[in-house]
């Protein structure tokens, strides 16, 4: 009896366990006694539905019912014609979803039919069915409501069970209702039946409206990036740009051999000292920030002393210059660096056509921006650094006949920009790792001599050569945000120029070049020098 009473009040299993006692019962196959009626007496009536399930074979479901009702009087369900269905406005401010009260004189009871005293409304004995909590099974009775079907005593008409309007009660525990899944608009839709309990209360079915897709959000304002977007602010764009406008200000220093002292071969063997102006502009999109002109000029000094050899000569010197690199950001704003460097330097030319060129350099090197801010407030930053490089130039010249001449070249650089860590004028924090380059350029210089005589030479060339950064790569730290710079990739440099004897002692040279590559354009370079023997 415990284990079949433990049954009986579990949800789940109540209603089996009463229709099994009643189709017992009807057919005759058990006895009512005392202690067995609460089987009987919990709410609610059987339905048709479910009195066909425990049929006896060969028996009708009219005979089967009166039998039940003459042994348990209450226990099958009397059908009532179902009521129209009155929408009823949804709830006012303050109101719980579903609210409702029922009128004085007896009011529609959603899905069933007007009360009155004594008597137990359908909708009321039949709530156990399609009205529960959730999205599955019945409500059951709460404890001390009533009589046995769960009316309040005196036959007084009954609340409406939660959630059937009137005021919803506590939720069931996962597991009990069913999963709740997306809620329905209040007052858009069906909000009864099976899903939420007592009956419609819209103004006909309407689905959910489908969930916009979540843009991820915008970054902070930090001043590394625009406000609202993943774009790099104008104060941290320029401080990536600058930390990389030092390649290009070196690359405009080491040139090569015949734009720093012109034809050493047209010279005698002498010592001597030399100058030269030079000047480049250069687009550059280092992959992070945005891209940035660069128009850079300077100057070089420079003195040597001539060494014999038995198949050639040496010329060993020492080189000062300045070099001033303006930059023009893109959208506005910019940037300065200032280069002061001295180097030193050792050529030699063999008498057969080979020669090879170094030198060495080191430079001191101011970095400044000033840029305009997305609120149109002025931002300054600066720093200074040092940097270091060395170049190898090889090279062999092949005489034709004609005063023609092939000269196939290659040479090998490398750099390193020091980095610094400093604070713009807004706050914004600016970390510089430095610079690195690893430059190889192969070329092919081409061209002829014309003596014109009394010791005047003129000698016109063109060269075409590739350029390749190996390196190039830099990491920039903007409010502790990594950036790395990156200007590797090769250019086509095309180059046209004039070396010329205007006598005993004196040396004119220049040159005009072209270059294209991926990360760096250089519509113009020129240099212009002048070199006098002893």
Known sequence: MHIYENMNRATPCRGAVRALALALLGAGMWTLSPASTWALELPPPLTDEELRLVLPTGMSLDDFKRGLEQAAPGSVATPVPPLPKVPVPGPGP???PGAGSSPPGGSEVPGGAPSSPGEKPPAVADQGKGQGNGAGGGQPPQAGAGGANGLPPGGADPKPPAAAGGDAGPKPPEGEGGDEGPQRPQGGGEQGGGEQGGGEQGGGEQDAPGVPPVAPAPPADNGVYEPGTHTLSAPASAAVSLASSSHGVWQAEMNALSKRMGELRLTPVAGGVWGRAFGRRQDVDNRVAREFRQTISGFELGADTALPVADGRWHVGAVAGYTNGRIKFDRGGTGDDDSVHVGAYATYIEDGGFYMDGIVRVS????????????GRRVRGQYRGNGVGASLELGKRFTWPGAWYVEPQLEVAAFHAQGADYTASNGLRIKDDGTNSMLGRLGLHVGRQFDLGDGRVVQPYMK???????????TVRTNDIRHKVRLDGGRAELAVGVASQLGKHGSLFGSYEYAKGSRQTMPWTFHIGYRYAW
């Not at 101011?366 to 305009?372: E, P, T």
């Not at 075409?464 to 830099?474: A, I, P, Y």
């Open 94 to 96: 303050g109101a719980s």
């Open 364 to 375: 001191r090197i101011r970095h400044a921006f000033k840029v305009d801010d997305a609120k």
């Open 464 to 474: 075409l050569s590739w350029v390749q950064e190996f390196d190039g790569k830099g």
